[in-house]
T-cell receptor, first 120, second 109 residues
Framework: EAQVTQNPRYLITVTGKKLTVTCSQN?????MSWYRQDPGLGLRQIYY???????DKGDVPEGYKVSRKEKRNFPLILESPSPNQTSLYFC???????????????????FGDGTRLSIL | GESVGLHLPTLSVQEGDNSIINCAYS??????FIWYKQESGKGPQFIID?????DKRQGQRVTVLLNKTVKHLSLQIAATQPGDSAVYFC????????FGTGTSLTVIP
């Protein structure tokens, strides 16, 4: 089954304790992206990756890191989490990244089921 | 920044009726639009998309209409069913993808 898998689904942690949210897709997609979803704001892009070893900032990258060492995996790293990073996070992927520097091409993105992070 | 998706926050319809969910976008340079459905506890699920060179596109029970003159996008769901209850939001592609906040659709049995 084609899917985007995120882990963990839920996490409660404390300020300053490094955490990683993993994302894996089995569709051989080139483009992957991380979003956060907050009430009244919609999905906002954190980071995206056009292909292996190619990553770039989205609209709200502060406080986050990503890596893309393999095509299927795109982990989101919070080096020193803070309470304002409490949110619902989604990983997404799509095929056929274009030369568009910030887009994923005209292809719909497939989303994971989300990771709810609470930073105390 | 520019806003995307001026949605009504909620919409209630009777089972079997047609639903229309609207979305306004602000950037005439947007060239691709997507409608997503998000159920509680799940990620957004692709419903239908449309490119800017089209006015209408139909899927199974769903139709998307694009009016570039007034920068308006709508999603029509025919014969709405209880399983259609969810949050629906539009996304537009400019340089990246920008998402609206969504409309919560409730289907009354």
């Amino acid at each position: 089954e084609a899917q985007v898998t995120q882990n963990p689904r839920y996490l409660i942690t404390v300020t300053g304790k490094k955490l990683t949210v993993t994302c894996s897709q089995n569709m051989n997609h080139e483009y992957m992206s991380w979003y956060r979803q907050d009430p009244g704001l919609g999905l906002r892009q954190i980071y995206y990756s056009m292909n292996v070893e190619v990553t770039d900032k989205g609209d709200v990258p502060e406080g986050y890191k990503v890596s893309r060492k393999e095509k299927r995996n795109f982990p989101l790293i919070l080096e020193s989490p803070s309470p304002n990073q409490t949110s619902l996070y989604f990983c997404a992927s799509s095929q056929r990244a274009t030369t568009d520097p910030t887009g994923g091409g005209n292809q719909p993105q497939h989303f994971g089921d989300g990771t709810r992070l609470s930073i105390l | 920044g520019e806003s995307v998706g001026l949605h009504l926050p909620t919409l209630s319809v009777q089972e079997g009726d047609n639903s229309i969910i609207n979305c306004a976008y602000s950037n005439s340079a947007s060239d691709y639009f997507i409608w997503y459905k998000q159920e509680s506890g799940k990620g957004p699920q692709f419903i239908i998309d449309i490119r800017s060179n089209m006015d209408k596109r139909q899927g199974q029970r769903v139709t998307v209409l694009l009016n570039k003159t007034v920068k308006h996008l709508s999603l029509q769901i025919a014969a709405t069913q209880p399983g259609d209850s969810a949050v629906y939001f539009c996304a537009e592609k400019r340089l990246g993808f920008y998402f609206g906040t969504g409309t919560s659709l409730t289907v009354i049995p």
